[in-house]
């Protein structure tokens, strides 16, 4: 496949469905003018054009996107609309207080809903279903793991629930934790139709379109320069290759493998309900979930950090972390052994130096960001709480304690290099020294303050 459609198997999966052939829009014509101008066509940036169109159908909205919408992760991430946010709870409550954070633990289990009811209401078909996610225990240490965070869940809200292990588990499961915060989602075919609903009630989507900086009043792109009263800028990892943010973000990549369709014969032996996220709770994530076609997407880190905050199409794409994947998948699910690997992929996701995404607005320039791989549903939130801020408007949600926060700047190279690397070693050590001492990692809580559960 080339092009767009060899970006991932979500967008490839568009074109082979007939529902997207994914021909860019058109780029912008020369200078214009628009009450909002938002930098970046992923989920971000059309989210908050969408709430701000709910909000005042009057306003002129131009979304400026260096490729087309969903090509960066908004179009190949892992498909998780969950309630996960990148900084715990207790960690914000340390931080911000206990009722910040039981609010945002709220707002992130109401996004899961208000995702699904957005999309139905704009007439998307994203394969919306609200099955939970399913954690595997598969040691006794994650064991311990697994209830101790159901244990604690109910302290913020959460309604976690924990269970035995038994057949039709993934292997070696002694117990599962279970949250139904989370649904699975086509997320291409998410961004890519809020794309189409946006430019069906006249927002200009304005695709091939690269911005190369901003200021209040205006966005400079390599085809025009859009004067606007107010600025959105919401590129996520890329935002490393922008002059204005590259120290602000850090792109770390994660990666994704899908496999044919299984048969139901092996979804019996697998377990896994339609709408059902899994994964357990080692330390180098891992994600997965059921498509709507039967096919089991399953993705993970372990993708090294390039100098420079480099971002290419050739890492997109590494050949000892998809066979990682495919261990790793055999080793959960043994019955897709002999199943065929259909589509390999992966992409840059944003994170910042603490670990915390942010909402900013300085009342002319707007940004959000820094999901660490949970952003499509925190996404939305992000679109509805910048949609507030623009307009002026005092909700619940611009009192959240994301918004106005201040993550510190990357650390110049060779130190980010050699961090960030370091940080990647050091998850997979964890790993490996709870299989071999059956305790908690070491490692693990040293390296917790660098990645906001302090």
Not at 34 to 42: E, F, H, Q, R, S
Not at 376 to 392: F, Q
Not at 417 to 442: K, P, Y
């Amino acid at each position: 496949m080339t092009g767009y459609r060899g970006v991932s198997f979500w967008l490839d999966q568009l074109v082979a469905s007939g529902r997207d052939d994914l021909t860019p829009r058109p780029p912008l014509d020369g200078d214009r003018s628009a009450d909002v101008c938002i930098i970046g066509g992923g989920l971000t940036g059309l989210w908050t054009a969408w709430y701000l169109h709910q909000g005042d159908p009057s306003l002129q909205i131009v979304v400026v996107e260096r490729e087309i919408a969903g090509f960066g992760a908004s179009g190949r991430n892992g498909g998780w609309c969950s309630a996960l946010f990148p900084r715990s709870a207790e960690s914000i409550a340390q931080h911000d207080g206990r009722e910040a954070a039981l609010a945002m633990r709220a707002a992130m289990r109401d996004t899961v809903d208000e995702v699904g009811r957005a999309a139905a209401e704009a007439d998307i078909d994203c394969d919306y279903v609200k099955g939970g996610t399913v954690l595997y225990a598969r040691s006794e240490v994650q064991d311990r793991a697994a209830r101790a965070e159901v244990a604690s869940s109910s302290d913020w809200g959460d309604d976690m629930t924990y269970r035995d292990g038994r057949r039709g588990d993934a292997t070696d499961t002694l117990g599962v934790a279970w949250t139904p915060d989370c649904a699975r989602v086509q997320p291409a075919a998410l961004v890519r139709g809020l794309a189409a609903a946006l430019e069906a009630r006249g927002v200009v989507i304005a695709e091939h379109t690269p911005a190369v900086s901003w200021a209040p009043g205006r966005v400079v792109t390599t085809r025009g320069t859009v004067s606007a009263g107010a600025v959105v800028v919401a590129t996520e990892g890329y935002g490393a290759s922008l002059e204005q943010t590259k120290r602000r973000i850090l792109p770390l990549y994660s990666l994704m493998i899908a496999t044919a369709p299984l048969p139901a014969s092996a979804w019996e032996r697998i377990g896994l309900e339609h709408g059902q996220t899994f994964s357990d709770y080692r330390h180098l994530l891992v994600y997965g979930q059921r498509t709507a076609d039967d096919r089991l997407a399953f993705g993970g880190r372990g993708a090294r950090y390039h100098w420079g905050s480099s971002i290419t199409p050739g890492y997109d794409r590494v050949p000892r972390v998809f066979q990682h994947l495919r261990r790793s998948l055999v080793e959960l699910f043994p019955v897709v052994a002999d199943a065929p690997i259909t589509h390999t992929w992966g992409g840059p996701l944003g994170v910042p130096r603490d670990w915390c995404a942010s909402v900013t607005w300085d009342g002319s320039v707007g940004s959000a960001g820094g999901y660490v791989g949970d952003g499509l549903s925190t996404t939305n939130l992000a679109g509805r709480t910048l949609a507030d801020l623009v307009r002026g408007v005092s909700t619940p949600l611009t009192a959240l304690p994301w918004v106005g926060h201040r993550s510190p700047d990357w650390e110049p190279e060779p130190l980010r290099f050699l961090g960030a690397n370091a940080g990647l070693v050091a998850t997979d050590l964890a790993d490996r020294e709870e299989r071999l001492t059956g305790r908690a990692s070491l490692a693990a809580r040293l390296m917790a303050p660098l990645t906001g559960d302090h």
